[in-house]
Each structure stands twice: as C-alpha cells, then as structure tokens.
C-alpha cells in the first residue's frame, strides 16, 4: 500500500488549500484513514480521521476550518483547509491502516494516535506567510 499525498504550497494568511492523498495497492473503502501534520520542530498532531464507511472525528480545535472527504472512485482522500494560519504551517501525513470486519460490519477506532496507523504518505508541505 502506497500513500502519496499532494496539493501543499506556500499561501498567505487567509487562503485556502486542498490537499489529496492518492492511495495505491488497496482500496480506499477497506482503510480507516487520518490526516496528521507536525509542524516545524513539534510533534505530529492527528487533524481528522475517516471511517470506511465514511464517518469523521476531528481533534476539537481542527473543527470548523478543516474538512475532510473522499472519493472511492479516484481511492483518493482529501483535506481541504480553510482561513489558514500562520499556525497551519507544518507537513501533512495522510495515514492508513486497514479496517476490521467483526461480525459483517467493518470497524475502525476512529483514532488519531499515530501509532496506530499503519501506512504513511511522505507528507505535503503547507506554509502559510505574508
């Protein structure tokens, strides 16, 4: 499985961006997946994380301007980012990790720990300057 995230860049204060995370070697409908990012010399923060079966959870203080979504159709996941922020400055991960099938129904923790994600993309560069 293959994770290769894309659509960072340097944007002023305010912007947007919409950042994609194209998976390759599965599909897209059989992962539990999660955005993170780390800022410059501060560890990596879980943004949203997304069920396969398409329920979200985001760290409280990424709601409002951050909005997750996906399309089986391209296996392809998305983050676009709104009003950015100087704060907003960091590399962003999408990660993977398969989900569970307990009794028919698939299952994922919804988790936005790190470690308990599996795949990893290489991260997308997001600065956010005047």
């Known amino acids: 499985v293959q994770l290769v995230e894309s659509g960072g860049g340097s944007v002023q204060p305010g912007g947007s961006l919409k950042l994609s995370c194209a998976i390759s070697?599965?599909?897209?409908?059989?992962?539990?997946m999660a955005w993170f990012r780390q800022p410059p010399g501060a560890e990596r923060e879980g943004i949203v994380s997304?069920?396969?079966?398409?329920?979200?959870y985001y760290r409280d203080p990424m709601k409002g301007r951050f909005a997750v979504s996906k399309d089986n159709d391209k296996n392809s996941l998305y983050l676009e980012i709104n009003n950015l922020k100087s704060e907003d400055t960091a590399t962003y991960y999408c990660?993977?990790?398969?989900?569970?099938?307990?009794?028919?129904?698939?299952?994922?923790?919804?988790?936005?720990?790190?470690?308990?994600?599996?795949?990893w993309g290489q991260g997308t560069q997001v600065t956010v300057s005047s």
């Open positions: 990660a993977a990790e398969p989900h569970l099938v307990l009794g028919g129904t698939t299952v994922c923790a919804m988790s936005l720990v790190a470690l308990q994600y599996t795949y």
């Open positions: 070697g599965g599909t897209l409908d059989t992962f539990c």
């Open positions: 997304l069920g396969s079966d398409g329920s979200t």
